[in-house]
Nanobody, 125 residues
């Protein structure tokens, strides 16, 4: 049974940083077979794409709204993906989800087969 477990969320002041982790287990194939993505959902809003990293060469794509502040990475040896959040703003407050299983790095959530339970990020002003 595939599991993705996010961690690293919390309460931080505006301008602060957090590092989210996404640990994968139970995968059928090795971790580097899977493209990964991060999405977020704020209260009353739809889930939105944040960042993705490819399975082949770790090519990354980050949403324009956060690309100067957020960085996605992965450690295949640890079966773990990461999302570094810098210069956080109150509007970054959301539940952040990691996803895996897409064949390519994509911003389309429907292409991801596996999802974590989410980790809450709250940014105070």
């Amino acid at each position: 049974q595939v599991q993705l477990v996010e961690s690293g969320g919390g309460l931080v002041q505006a301008g602060g940083s957090l590092r989210l982790s996404c640990a994968a287990s139970g995968l059928t194939f090795t971790f580097n077979w899977y493209s990964m993505g991060w999405f977020r959902q704020a209260p009353g809003k739809e889930r939105e794409f944040v960042a993705t990293i490819s399975r082949i060469d770790s090519t990354t794509h980050v949403a324009d709204s956060v690309k100067e502040r957020f960085t996605i990475s992965r450690d295949n040896a640890k079966n773990t993906g990461y999302l570094q959040l810098n210069s956080l703003k109150p509007e970054d407050t959301a539940v952040y989800y990691c996803a895996a299983g897409a064949t390519v790095a994509t911003s389309n959530p429907n292409n991801y087969r596996y999802w974590g339970q989410g980790t809450q990020v709250t940014v105070s002003s």
